[in-house]
């Protein structure tokens, strides 16, 4: 089954403990994205990666760092969280075509995080 | 920073009728615009995309553009309470940057 696994799906952390959340695709897509949706804001890109090695800021990336070392996966680290990070997480997925996103993205099943 | 606007709602409509789901963009070189579905406590779902001025029809959705206009919908024919959910409007802007809106909260009441 196509798909974008997250993990943890939910998580309660204190300000400053570090954290990953993991995302894994299994449909060999090159483009990856991570989002936190707000009420009221949306879907905000936080960090993109167009392929193994190439990431890149999306609109809000402060306190977050990413990577992509395989194909498949592509983790969202916090490394000093802070209560404004309290959000829910999606990770996304799409193919490219002519080294373009497609717009059509999977999503994960979403992260909750709520940071003390 | 491109802006994507939907009316956030709620709007509710009767079982059965059509419900009509607006969202306007502000980037004229946007190329690609979709419809996302999303359930409470669910993520998103792509459940439409369209490419070019007019119609495009996959069921009971129907997509429209007007790029002139600056201006995309969503039509949601025989609307059922199982639609009830925010539909997400997410534009591709130049420079591959898709952007959404804050969505719109469809409720169906039967």
């Known amino acids: 089954e196509a798909q974008v696994t997250q993990n943890p799906r939910y998580l309660i952390t204190v300000t400053g403990k570090k954290l990953t959340v993991t995302c894994s695709q299994n449909?060999?897509?090159?483009?990856m994205s991570w989002y936190r949706q707000d009420p009221g804001l949306g879907l905000r890109q936080i960090y993109y990666s167009m392929n193994v090695e190439v990431t890149d800021k999306g609109d809000v990336p402060e306190g977050y760092k990413v990577s992509r070392k395989e194909k498949r996966n592509f983790p969202l680290i916090l490394e000093s969280p802070s209560p404004n990070q309290t959000s829910l997480y999606f990770c996304?997925?799409?193919?490219?075509?002519?080294?373009?996103?497609?717009?059509?993205?999977?999503f994960g099943e979403g992260s909750r995080l709520t940071v003390l | 920073q491109k802006e994507v606007e939907q009316n956030s709602g709620p709007l509710s409509v009767p079982e059965g009728a059509i419900a009509s789901l607006n969202c306007t963009y502000s980037?004229?070189?946007?190329?690609?615009f979709f419809w996302y579905r999303q359930y409470s406590g669910k993520s998103p779902e792509l459940i439409m995309s369209i490419y070019s001025n007019g119609d495009k029809e996959d069921g009971r959705f129907t997509a429209q553009l007007n790029k002139a206009s600056q201006y995309v919908s969503l039509l949601i024919r025989d609307s059922q309470p199982s639609d009830s959910a925010t539909y997400l409007c997410?534009?591709?802007?130049?420079?591959?940057?898709?952007?959404f809106g804050a969505g719109t909260i469809l409720r169906v009441k039967s």
């Open positions: 980037d004229r070189g946007s190329q690609s």
């Open positions: 449909m060999n897509h090159e483009y």
């Open positions: 996304a997925s799409s193919l490219r075509t002519s080294g373009s996103v497609t717009g059509e993205l999977f």
């Open positions: 997410a534009v591709m802007e130049y420079g591959n940057k898709l952007v």
